[in-house]
């Protein structure tokens, strides 16, 4: 009776630490997409700001020269 008791456990123990395995590689894939996720979207706002910027030099400079 008692090594059923032990296997149980031992069982319950492994299945249990698993799930917590599992679980913490999901929350780390998530960490990873939204960093992912908010690269992109900082890098689409820099491109927007820079052909904006790039635009305004233009504008100024034409001005400058003509």
């Not at 913490?24 to 052909?51: C, F, P, V």
């Amino acid at each position: 009776m008692k090594k059923i008791l032990f296997a149980a456990a031992a069982v319950g123990t492994a299945a249990s630490l698993v799930i917590m395995y599992l679980k913490k590689r999901h929350q780390g894939e998530n960490l990873l997409e939204d960093a992912k996720d908010a690269m992109k979207e900082s890098a689409g706002t820099m491109r927007k700001y820079i052909r904006k910027t790039k635009n305004e030099a233009d504008g100024i400079y034409s001005n400058a020269m003509g």
